[in-house]
């Protein structure tokens, strides 16, 4: 019998314990702005937050929904209507439960199966699945530069 060994450099609970650390500081974010400036404070004609984290709901656990089920529909931000800080809040922590249980459906083998996610992107699954982290690192990097620019002292970006 011949078997081979695939090596693994960070494992499926450790990868998805980062993407929930950067998770938890990016709601962190969320929480640090006042409600009028998350829905309307932007510099150099970016989106306001509250569209970037509309985003970051449109992307999490739809895609890996339609990772799990093979289904690659395309990308849309129809998160419902969410009018309160506190529905974004609500609608992330609802997210956060939501790509819990999609990832436990994802098996170790299927990282490295293609998937052309959104009808757009033919990657490897593990290459989407580091899109959304990178993607959110970069947006929510955008709300620290809002903040600052609103004279909030942003969380500190290692307490994830």
């Known amino acids: 019998m011949n078997t081979t060994a695939t090596a693994q450099v960070i494992s499926k609970e450790d990868l998805l314990n980062h993407w929930q650390g950067h998770r938890n500081l990016t709601r962190r974010v ?69 790509i819990n249980s999609y990832w436990n459906q994802i098996s170790i083998e299927d990282f490295s199966e293609n998937f052309n996610l959104f009808g757009q992107y033919e990657f490897p699954i593990i290459q989407n699945i580091l899109y959304f982290v990178d993607n959110e690192i970069h947006h929510r990097g955008q709300g620290y530069v809002y903040l600052r620019a609103l004279g909030i002292e942003p969380p500190f970006f290692w307490e994830r």
């Open 30 to 98: 969320i929480e640090a702005f006042p409600e009028k400036d998350f829905f309307e404070f932007s510099i150099g004609g970016m989106r306001p937050f509250s569209k970037l984290v509309t985003e970051l709901l449109s992307i999490g656990a739809p895609a890996l929904k339609a990772i799990v089920n093979r289904d690659a529909k395309p990308y849309s931000e129809d998160i419902g209507e969410l009018k309160t800080k506190a529905d974004f809040l609500q609608k992330w922590d609802e997210a956060t439960v939501e």
